[in-house]
T-cell receptor, first 119, second 114 residues
Framework: AQTVTQSQPEMSVQEAETVTLSCTYD???????LFWYKQPPSRQMILVIR??????QNATENRFSVNFQKAAKSFSLKISDSQLGDTAMYFC????????????????FGQGTILTVHP | AAGVIQSPRHLIKEKRETATLKCYPI?????VYWYQQGPGQDPQFLIS???????DKGSIPDRFSAQQFSDYHSELNMSSLELGDSALYFC?????????????FGSGTRLTVV
């Protein structure tokens, strides 16, 4: 079974600064996907960024980027130029493909990190 | 773009009552997942369906059942409700083999058991 660990229950950052959220995971799989989801006070689950384990290049999406270290089983999220709207709970999640890699399986989430962006 | 639709948004039930949650996936999505998120907790996988067949099962109580219908919508049936069932229930959908379509979440149904 896979486990995902987020060791930072809460983080805070000043507007326009950079913050990094940590995530480690444990799996014996070689092919898998990793995600960061954002859950603002509205409780909607919003995909921030994803990483395929077979890709060595770190994923980036505008102000969001990841540092994927497969050997260390680490998957951190860096938010640059933080904005007030980034205030939310952030979940790291693991997914193992099924059906020969063509179908997506269930998500296993970490405990979450509450990020507060201060003006 | 069409999103995952969940109904109702809010539901209040008494202990021992029955509740039915509905999920309408994104068109062409053939896989549906159900998650339960308790207060202050991370979402926990309950059950999933692919092409109307159960594809995986997580920590779903025996009091709960679910199915996916011919139009791909899914329903989560919860009986003998307990106070501990109060949670946010998410449905997510995905399209097999499509790299960009995976676990798109609905807005959730907030169930309160009193």
């Amino acid at each position: 079974a896979q486990t995902v660990t987020q060791s930072q229950p809460e983080m805070s950052v000043q507007e326009a600064e950079t913050v990094t959220l940590s995530c480690t995971y444990d799996t014996s799989e070689n092919n898998y996907y990793l995600f960061w989801y954002k859950q603002p006070p509205s409780r909607q689950m919003i995909l921030v960024i994803r990483q395929e384990a077979y890709k060595q290049q770190n994923a980036t999406e505008n102000r969001f980027s990841v540092n994927f270290q497969k050997a260390a089983k680490s998957f951190s999220l860096k938010i640059s130029d933080s904005q007030l709207g980034d205030t939310a709970m952030y979940f790291c999640a693991f997914m193992k493909p099924i059906a020969g890699g063509t179908s997506y399986g269930k998500l296993t989430f970490g405990q979450g990190t509450i990020l507060t962006v201060h003006p | 773009a069409a999103g995952v639709i969940q109904s109702p948004r809010h539901l209040i039930k008494e202990k021992r009552e029955t509740a039915t949650l509905k999920c309408y996936p994104i068109p062409r999505h053939d896989t549906v997942y159900w998650y339960q998120q308790g207060p202050g907790q991370d979402p926990q996988f309950l059950i999933s369906f692919y092409e109307k067949m159960q594809s995986d099962k997580g920590s779903i109580p025996d009091r709960f059942s679910a199915q996916q219908f011919s139009d791909y919508h899914s329903e989560l049936n919860m009986s003998s409700l307990e106070l501990g069932d109060s949670a946010l229930y998410f449905c997510a959908s995905a399209e097999t083999g499509q790299g960009s379509n995976y676990n798109t979440f609905g807005s959730g149904t907030r169930l309160t058991v009193v």
